[in-house]
């Protein structure tokens, strides 16, 4: 019962992201899907990577993303609102492709728990909707994270008690490119004014 | 075997200390025992690996895998008699063109970093090497990108003209393309067989159970890939571009040995794809057309050349088209079931590609003493060279006369070989066969009659006559010590035709396990006929060059105590005659421009003087290289145009980037799916 509610508060977190246009917002929604994926694990039995995956992905890097956001102007960190709603509707579509892939991939069924795999499929899309959806370089960062989150949620099933040392790499990998992302969008803030990606284009060759 | 892995060693070690001294500060020094360990090199592996291939029974094969493997694919060396043959211009060369290049490196001791050319030069000896011994698709193709990548670097010897950057880009380009080619070749042959071995009973066995059109497939991969190194047409374009523009003991090792390798991949792909199967009738006909298509150009825009190592680049491409002849003939009689053909056809091939390596090696070396001595290798300005560097005259005349296909030269023996296959072709089946190889031999003629006017015009100009400008006015002879690889190069010339009897039952032996004939061919007969009429060939040419001999004699006792004047050449009786007199390269060109202007892709310019006293009268003839002018350059401006366009999706933003990659993983969960 508490193993499908996590998934589902999972999935529903997936579409507030995709729903939402503050970032503010957004940051929390990361936070929660952090201390959901903990929850799962713990249910999986992985103590260590339980504390790991809460201090790295509940509290460590939403709380980046919140040190950041403070240093940004408070108009930056709004998105438009009718993207947003496209966004919706295409994690929906993400959500149907997801569960029309879970059906026939025959070599994953015994391996996966019910809905587990279209949850972990649905939020990768999610992550890359977002990533690609927004302009925002630190909602790059986010869409980065929620897909990544994807990753680790697809990982999960596979764990055994060598592959603790992989995810454990994984978070690190993570934790070292958000933080990077992190220096990145202040200091493009700086020079730039702007955390717009789309004024990158100015810096092609 | 161990002997040959011996001067694999030396190559690569002496390689290796040659990019540790080209790291360093390059001073004089250094300089001097980079020039010392390059020859050293190259000469000690040449000599080891000549050793190697000639200590052991020609027929016998030798196999070897070394212990360590690649990731992929296995190191498996193997050298059978085709592979033997090919080696031979490799070791001979590399060591020839390394002394001489020693020679020649030892006056630029300090415009250039010697210990990159070095590395560079013993790494395409190792590739060479490697490519005609390596049994393994995935070794064959490293072998032969270390055999493409090096002459890059060795073209680009003088890099600070624009002309000789340009000349490397455009090979650069032409190996690639090539490559391209032969990496599909070899992938397809890998995915078909199962196994990376290219030559083994298994993977022969599988081969011959292939479709008729994956054989075809392959053969045209093959040709395509392979042909682009031998200077094939119309994928020739590199060949006059690189050999002018490389220092000349590269343009001989390059023009005598690496091209060779083009030929060696068409025949020993050919020979497993026709093992144990028939070979379509169709291959070997377009390797006869496009042989004397190949042979014809190169001919017809060699003599308009008055740039003699351009003159020499476009007559490699015309010699390795009459290879090609022989290899089509060869294959159109094996499908055929003619073994006179077969025979001939590749004997000559096989006998013209070692022909080749010796003559064009001395030509390039001499032209090379030519630029040395007068500073350029433009005929216009040169002439009477032969009187200031009598030596070096009398071994361009050797090399000009042996390609020229006079006797008692090794040029005529190879195309009596192919004259003879050719001859056979009433016993073929059906008129429109025989007709086609009868007028393959009436274009061998055409070949062999320009081609004598070309040497005639390569020699004369330069050599005889008096100069036309300062540039053979004063020259630097070179010194007779620093010849003696062309002496050797030259006497080569005489002996691969003196010897011809001798030489002649290994190339059968080498045709006979490539293209095996059935139990039913009466070999030992052929090969009786074949030595006997070679051992006529032999016999007379011994004789002619008694003759010649005899008649230096009789000419040098009738002058004894007699008083001899010399006179101007060309004077013609003039009281006041001058080097404009002479025939100049365009003045010879000119007359065939007349009638083969299409052909030959020739404009030939007349300035008269229309006046009843005319003061002064100009001709010049050239061949701009109509094929890049309408083929190459609008093809790459299409393709460049076409990447352009493909710029639209290299926008510079990021989120859309990352589409692509969302797009291109749901593509593939899809395929996936399905």
Same mark, same amino acid.
């Given at each position: 019962?508490?193993?499908?509610s996590c ?7 997936n579409?507030l992201?995709l729903?939402t246009?503050h ?8 936070a929660?899907?952090g201390?959901l994926?903990?929850?799962?694990l ?5 103590t ?7 201090l790295?992905k509940g ?7 919140w040190h ?11 998105c438009?609102?009718k993207l ?6 295409? @994690?929906?579509a @993400? ?8 059906d ?5 069924? $015994? ?5 587990f795999l279209s949850?972990?499929?649905t ?17 790059h ?6 897909? $990544?989150? @994807?990753?680790?949620?697809? @990982?999960?099933?596979l ?5 603790t040392?992989? $995810?454990?790499?994984l978070?690190l990998?993570v934790?070292?490119?958000?933080f990077v992302?992190?220096?990145?969008i202040?200091?493009?803030?700086d020079s730039?004014?702007?955390?717009d ?9 | ?5 011996l001067?694999?060693a030396a190559f690569?070690?002496a390689?290796?200390?040659c990019l ?5 500060r390059p *001073? ?15 000469? =000690?592996?040449s000599?080891?690996g ?10 016998t094969?030798?196999?070897?895998? %070394?212990?360590?493997g690649?990731p992929?694919g ?8 085709l592979g ?10 590399g ?7 020693a020679?020649?490196l030892?006056h630029? %001791?300090?415009?250039h ?12 000896l ?15 193709l ?13 073209i ?9 950057r340009?000349a490397?880009?455009i090979?650069?380009?032409?190996a690639h ?29 599988i081969i011959?159970g292939?479709?008729? #059109?994956l054989?075809?497939?392959?053969f045209?991969l ?5 042909g682009?190194?031998?200077?094939l047409?119309?994928m020739?374009?590199w ?7 490389a220092?000349?003991?590269v343009?001989?090792?390059l ?6 390798a083009?030929?060696?991949g068409?025949l ?8 144990r ?17 190949? =042979? ?5 825009k060699?003599?308009a ?5 351009r003159?020499?680049a476009?007559?490699?491409?015309e010699?390795m088209?009459?290879?090609?002849m ?5 294959l159109?009689g094996y499908?055929?079931?003619n073994?006179?053909?077969t *025979? ?10 070692l022909?080749? !390596? ?11 003493e030519v630029? +040395? ?6 005929m ?26 006079l006797p ?6 190879s ?9 056979d ?11 086609g ?11 062999s009659?320009? =081609? ?9 100009i330069p050599?005889?006559?008096t ?30 035709? %003196? ?9 059968a ?11 039913t ?12 009429g070679?051992?006529?060939i ?6 002619l060059?008694f ?9 040098s006792?009738?002058?004894?105590g007699k008083?001899? #004047?010399?006179?101007g ?14 025939? /100049?390269? !365009?003045?010879? /060109? #000119?007359?065939?421009?007349?009638f ?17 006293f005319p003061?002064?009268s100009h ?5 701009p ?10 093809l ?5 145009t076409?990447?352009n366009?493909?710029?639209i ?5 990021i +989120?859309?980037y ?8 749901c593509v593939? %969960?899809i395929?996936?799916?399905?």
């Amino acid at each position: 019962m508490l193993f499908d509610s996590c998934l589902f508060l999972l999935l529903v977190s997936n579409f507030l992201l995709l729903a939402t246009p503050h970032i503010r917002q957004m940051t929390k929604y990361t936070a929660l899907q952090g201390i959901l994926l903990a929850l799962l694990l713990l249910l999986f039995g992985h103590t260590i990577l339980t504390v790991a995956v809460l201090l790295i992905k509940g509290i460590l890097l939403p709380g980046l993303l919140w040190h950041t956001q403070k240093r940004l102007p408070p108009d930056s960190l709004i998105c438009p609102r009718k993207l947003a709603a496209f966004d919706v509707v295409c @994690g929906m579509a @993400g959500l149907a492709f997801a569960i029309w892939l879970d059906d026939r991939l025959i070599v994953t069924q $015994e391996l996966f728990p019910p809905l587990f795999l279209s949850l972990g499929l649905t939020t990768l899309f999610c992550g890359f909707i977002l990533i690609i959806g927004r302009i925002k370089a630190i909602t790059h960062v986010i869409g980065y994270l929620v897909a $990544e989150n @994807g990753i680790f949620l697809l @990982g999960m099933p596979l764990m055994t008690k060598g592959t603790t040392w992989f $995810e454990l790499a994984l978070l690190l990998d993570v934790f070292v490119a958000v933080f990077v992302m992190g220096i990145a969008i202040n200091r493009i803030s700086d020079s730039f004014a702007s955390i717009d990606v789309a004024r990158f284009r100015s810096l092609r060759d | 075997m161990s002997l040959f892995l011996l001067s694999l060693a030396a190559f690569a070690g002496a390689a290796l200390c040659c990019l540790s001294l080209a790291v360093l500060r390059p *001073t004089r020094q250094r300089a001097r025992l980079a020039n010392l360990l390059g020859v050293l090199g190259a000469s =000690a592996g040449s000599a080891v690996g000549l050793w190697a291939i000639l200590s052991t029974p020609f027929a016998t094969p030798l196999e070897v895998t %070394l212990p360590f493997g690649l990731p992929v694919g296995a190191c498996t060396l193997s050298i059978d008699p085709l592979g033997r043959l090919f080696l031979l211009p490799v070791f001979v060369l590399g060591a020839l063109t390394a002394v001489k290049g020693a020679f020649s490196l030892a006056h630029e %001791l300090t415009s250039h970093n010697l210990a990159v050319h070095w590395f560079f030069f013993l790494m395409l000896l190792l590739g060479m090497s490697l490519v005609m011994a390596a049994n393994d698709t995935v070794l064959f193709l490293l072998s032969w990108e270390i055999m493409s990548l090096a002459p890059f670097f060795l073209i680009d010897f003088h890099d600070s003209e624009k002309q000789v950057r340009d000349a490397s880009w455009i090979y650069l380009t032409a190996a690639h393309l090539g490559a391209v080619f032969l990496l599909a070749l070899f992938v397809l042959l890998w995915q078909k067989t199962g196994t990376t071995t290219i030559s083994s009973p298994e993977t022969i066995s599988i081969i011959s159970g292939f479709s008729p #059109e994956l054989r075809s497939l392959l053969f045209v991969l093959a040709l395509l890939g392979f042909g682009a190194k031998a200077g094939l047409a119309p994928m020739h374009v590199w060949l006059p571009e690189a050999h002018p523009a490389a220092p000349s003991h590269v343009s001989a090792l390059l023009s005598g040995a690496m091209i060779n390798a083009g030929l060696y991949g068409i025949l020993r792909v050919t020979s497993i794809l026709s093992l144990r199967s028939t070979p379509e009738s169709w291959w070997g006909w377009t390797l006869l057309v496009l042989g004397l298509a190949t =042979a014809l150009t190169g001919i017809f825009k060699a003599l308009a050349q008055s740039n003699l190592k351009r003159l020499l680049a476009y007559s490699s491409v015309e010699n390795m088209g009459i290879m090609l002849m022989g290899a089509g003939v060869g294959l159109i009689g094996y499908t055929t079931k003619n073994f006179w053909m077969t *025979t001939f056809g590749f004997a000559a091939c096989l006998y013209h590609m070692l022909n080749h !390596a010796a003559f064009k090696g001395l030509l390039f070396l001499g032209a090379g003493e030519v630029l +040395h001595a007068t500073g350029t290798v433009n005929m216009a300005y040169l002439g009477g060279l032969h009187k200031k560097m009598p030596l070096l005259g009398l071994l361009f005349a050797v090399g000009a006369a042996s390609i020229a296909s006079l006797p008692p030269f090794n040029g005529f023996v190879s195309e009596y070989l192919l004259a003879l296959a050719l001859l056979d072709a009433p016993r073929l089946v059906g008129s429109e066969q025989q007709v086609g190889v009868l007028l393959s031999l009436v274009g061998l003629g055409v070949i062999s009659g320009f =081609a004598l006017a070309l040497y005639v015009k390569a020699y004369g100009i330069p050599f005889l006559g008096t100069p036309r400008s300062g540039f053979s006015r004063t020259v630097h002879a070179p010194t007779p010590l620093s010849l003696w690889p062309l002496v050797l190069l030259a006497l080569l010339c005489l002996l691969l035709s %003196l010897a011809a009897a001798r030489i002649f039952p290994h190339l059968a032996g080498a045709v006979s396990s490539s293209f095996p004939p059935p139990h039913t061919w009466d070999v030992a007969s052929l090969l009786q006929d074949a030595t006997n009429g070679l051992s006529t060939i032999c016999l007379t040419s011994l004789g002619l060059i008694f003759l010649s001999l005899l008649f230096l004699l009789f000419r040098s006792i009738l002058l004894r105590g007699k008083k001899q #004047e010399v006179r101007g050449t060309w004077s013609c009786g003039y009281q006041e005659s001058s080097p404009r007199i002479q025939y /100049t390269d !365009a003045g010879f /060109t #000119e007359p065939s421009a007349r009638f083969l202007k299409t052909l030959m892709g020739v404009t030939a310019t007349v300035r008269l003087d229309n006046d009843i006293f005319p003061k002064e009268s100009h001709l010049s003839v050239s061949a701009p290289p109509r094929l890049i002018r309408l083929f190459y350059t609008p093809l790459f401006q299409g393709i460049e145009t076409v990447c352009n366009a493909l710029k639209i999706m290299q926008h510079g933003k990021i +989120h859309i980037y990352i589409l692509y990659i969302l797009v291109t993983l749901c593509v593939l %969960l899809i395929w996936g799916v399905y």
